[in-house]
């Protein structure tokens, strides 16, 4: 009813201004200056036919096919898996986990499964999952309805779970496994073996982490364990080499039972300097000088004449960078950023924006002029805190510059006076 009411009033503000070419004393809409909004169709509500595969361990991508899974440049698909989790010696516990999907396509998306206590999750210990599945597509401001549900039965098989990752700087208590710090940090990696042989004086549990650090070097840590199923790995990335903001370092982690079973999984971990630039390429003119007369006068003689630009000087100026934030970036660290040296002086000599040529037509003279332009780029600050996130903190402000080239030809065959350039006058803009 309410969305009916709403037709009817649009309907009625168009019948008013049609009314304004029918008579005398109609009022004129006024434009309020703002876009309509934007009405976007509903996210459709996807389905689940296939989740694959049918024993899951720690670490495993999981698949689930279906249809109208939403894109990611909308939004993204949550499932549900809801049922009874019983553990290998019969205990059995209600499960209501949710997991945000990766996209892969229309009729795909995947997860990588991790181990959590129920209600949450399950997968802590040998057991089957016995339940049905769901799908709901989800945007900023919207959800569809839940998809119809998919019976599943899952069996969990021997893992080697990782329950934490985290800094050794910091608990992390918001997130159970990180995926990015900052570089100089120790990582500590919390895991536990299940499925295995138990472990005694004789069939020791042998966890490892194996890894490339930073500086190029291979690295081993290991651990053996006589009794229990869970300990704790430290692995020191090191610190990133001069020139480079950010790079991922893989952890091959593994475990080995008495009698040789193996159980591994890698995990990645982005490490960035605490601060760095981010630059989408944005550039914009802030300034255009007078147009400079830089040739002199070239006759088309009898039959016209091709000119390529030229320049009887060059000139030179220098690029430079202002912080609105103090936070002590070393100027490689903003050249890596944009992509540019930022304080290194530019020449219009070896500008290629002056590659330019033309037609000077019989009996007429041509010139060359050149613009000189201030140039601005925009780049963002971010500051990546110890557990990963990331936050703009100021902005990067690049000066640059660039030149603009013309060839101005005479109508009336005369020159000197050189004709006028049709390069646009010298303004700066806001």
Not at 125 to 142: C, I, K, M, P
Not at 147 to 170: M, Q
Not at 230 to 241: K, Q, S
Not at 417 to 428: D, G, I, K, R
């Amino acid at each position: 009813m309410a969305f009916r009411a709403k037709r009817l009033h649009v309907l009625f503000g168009a019948a008013s201004v049609l009314a304004v070419g029918c008579g005398d004393g109609g009022v004129v809409m006024q434009p309020t200056g703002e876009d309509p909004p934007v009405v976007r169709e509903p996210l459709a509500t996807p389905s689940v036919r296939l989740v694959s595969p049918w024993q899951w361990s720690a670490g495993d991508f999981v698949t689930v096919l279906g249809n109208d899974f939403v894109s990611p440049d909308r939004g993204y698909t949550m499932l549900y898996f809801d049922g009874q989790f019983t553990e290998a010696g019969g205990t059995s516990r209600k499960v209501e986990m949710g997991v945000r999907a990766t996209y892969r396509t229309a009729g795909k998306v995947e997860f990588q499964f991790e181990p959590v206590f129920p209600p949450d999750g399950f997968g802590h210990a040998l057991g089957e999952f016995v339940g049905a599945v769901t799908a709901q597509n989800v945007d900023e401001e919207s959800e569809s309805p839940v998809s119809a549900p998919l019976a599943a039965e899952v069996e969990v098989g021997p893992s080697l779970i990782l329950w934490r990752l985290r800094p050794e700087d910091d608990g992390c208590s918001h997130t159970p496994r990180i995926s990015a710090t900052v570089d100089g940090q120790a990582l500590r990696f919390d895991v536990e073996a299940i499925g295995l042989t138990p472990t005694t004086a004789y069939t020791a549990l042998e966890f490892s982490v194996a890894y490339g650090d930073l500086g190029g070097e291979a690295r081993v840590v290991t651990k053996r364990l006589t009794a229990g199923t869970r300990t704790e790995l430290e692995a020191d990335p090191g610190l990133l080499p001069y020139g480079t903001v950010s790079g991922t370092v893989f952890f091959n982690l593994r475990v080995v039972d008495g009698h040789g079973t193996t159980i591994s999984r890698t995990v990645g971990v982005n490490l960035a300097l605490e601060h760095t630039v981010q630059y989408d390429g944005n550039i914009r003119v802030a300034e255009l000088y007078a147009p400079m007369l830089v040739s002199s006068c070239i006759p088309g003689g009898e039959y016209g004449r091709s000119v390529n630009f030229s320049s009887g000087e060059t000139e030179s100026r220098s690029r430079s960078v202002t912080l609105s934030a103090n936070v002590g970036l070393s100027l490689w660290v903003v050249n890596v950023g944009f992509g540019i040296n930022v304080n290194e002086s530019v020449s219009s000599g070896t500008s290629q924006s002056l590659a330019m040529s033309g037609e000077i037509l019989p009996g007429q003279y041509g010139v060359f002029y050149r613009q000189t332009q201030r140039l601005e780029r925009l780049g963002k600050i971010l500051h990546r805190a110890v557990c990963g996130e990331t936050a703009v903190v100021g902005d990067a402000r690049v000066t640059d510059w660039n030149w603009a080239p013309d060839l101005a030809v005479t109508s009336n065959g005369l020159c000197p006076p050189a004709p006028p350039s049709n390069l646009p006058p010298a303004q700066v803009f806001p």
